[in-house]
Every structure is written in C-alpha cells, then in structure tokens.
C-alpha cells in the first residue's frame, strides 16, 4: 500500500535560521500533498498545500517543492520564529479521498 | 462557523466498556474522516465516508471498531469492547467536497481505557 517516509523526526533549529523537512512517498498516482502544523495538544491543521501539477508553492515564510519524478516534496521555513515549534506533518493523496500521512516532524525554535 | 465538532473531548473508561465518540461535520461539506493519533502508530485514517456512504474502511483495527453516518450532520464512531491499547486521540476530520482539497479537523477526543 502506500506509504510516505519522513525525515526527521526532530529538527533543533535557532531563531532566524531555515528549516527544511522532507518526505517522500511511494504511490506515482498521488496528486496532492497538504502539510499540516500540530501545536502540543491541539488539532493538525493546514499549513500550505501543493498539486502535482505544480513543482512549487510559496506562502510568505513558508515553501513546499515537489519532485514528481523522484517522489519527493519538501516543506521549507524561513525566518524560523519561537512560534513556528510544533509537529509538522507531510501527507499524500494516492486515491479519491484518502490522505497517508507521514509519521511527522518535531519542530523546535530557540530563541 | 463553528468548525468541526467532537463529543466527548475526554473520555475515561474501563476496559470491556463500550465506547462512543461523535462528530458534527461543518455544515455543507460531505466527506468525513475517522483518524487515530498515537506516539507509537502515528496518525492513521481507520475510516471515511462521502455523501454518507462509507468509502474505505481498511483502517479500522478490527470487528471492535465500527462507525456510522446515518445523516450529513452526524456521524459516530463506537468502540465495543474496548481495551486499553484503543487509548489515543481520535480525530473526525472533513472536506467541502468535489474541486476541494483541504481537510479540517475537529478538537480531538483523547480517549484512555484502563
């Protein structure tokens, strides 16, 4: 079945440095691919998205790139902020509805 | 909007009990997700419906486990009998619909059998 890989699975970064996250997964008929931010004991909730049919996407300080043909897509931060701490989440859609999420990222910003 | 609704946010209950746990979708949107969120299993899809039919079940652990949706505006998920490893935090998430893309998720309700 379809699986997603994600890497790391904790990432230690200073205030105002970047943070990259990257997850790769298996199915080729996957078209879409949300990130979700989870603070401590709250719901996941979307952060940025992107189709197959676009390589990258920008949202202010937040990027995510996709390579199809290596079935990779990356989650980048810039400008990281104390706030930006959390779990971060990478998914993807290889059939009708149904997301497969990646086993997530922990997050953390020191000021 | 009110968002997502889930009922109960905690639920504490013994081992053999019989659990239920609800959600209220956001009004008009017609595809609905049961998630499951553990340390060790991640956050894992057990089932969804669209237009309340249910579309893929694969997720669900085992005849324990069932879910309904016998309207647009309520669906729930029961656990019977349930056993201490169903402890997490169990999401209902949903979707507008066709030309749409972005899941919304309920509060969660975190659920503990002892």
């Known amino acids: 079945g379809e699986n997603v890989e994600q890497h790391p699975s904790t990432l230690s970064v200073q205030e105002g440095d970047s943070a990259v996250i990257k997850c790769t997964y298996s199915?080729?008929?996957?078209?879409?691919f949300p990130w979700y931010k989870q603070e401590l004991g709250k719901r996941p909730q979307l952060i940025i998205d992107i189709r197959s049919n676009v390589g990258e996407k920008k949202d202010q300080r937040i990027a995510v790139t996709l390579n199809k043909t290596a079935k990779h897509f990356s989650l980048h931060i810039t400008e990281t902020q104390p706030e930006d701490s959390a779990v971060y989440f990478c998914?993807?859609?290889?059939?009708?509805?149904?997301?497969?999420f990646g086993a997530g990222t922990r997050l953390a910003v020191h000021p | 909007d009110a968002g997502v609704i889930q009922s109960p946010r905690h639920e504490v209950t013994e081992m053999g009990q019989e659990v239920t746990l609800r959600c209220k979708p956001i009004?008009?949107?017609?595809?609905l997700f049961w998630y499951r969120q553990t340390m060790m299993r991640g956050l894992e899809l057990l089932i969804y419906f669209n237009n309340n039919v249910p579309i893929d079940d694969s997720g669900m652990p085992e005849d324990r486990f069932s879910a309904k949706m016998p309207n647009a505006s309520f669906s729930t998920l029961k656990i019977q009998p349930s056993e201490p490893r169903d402890s997490a935090v169990y999401f209902c998430a949903t979707l507008l619909g066709t030309q749409t893309d972005t899941q919304y998720f309920g509060p969660g309700t975190r659920l503990t059998v002892l």
């Open positions: 199915d080729s008929a996957s078209n879409y």
């Open positions: 998914a993807s859609r290889p059939s009708g509805n149904k997301l497969i």
């Open positions: 009004s008009g949107h017609n595809s």
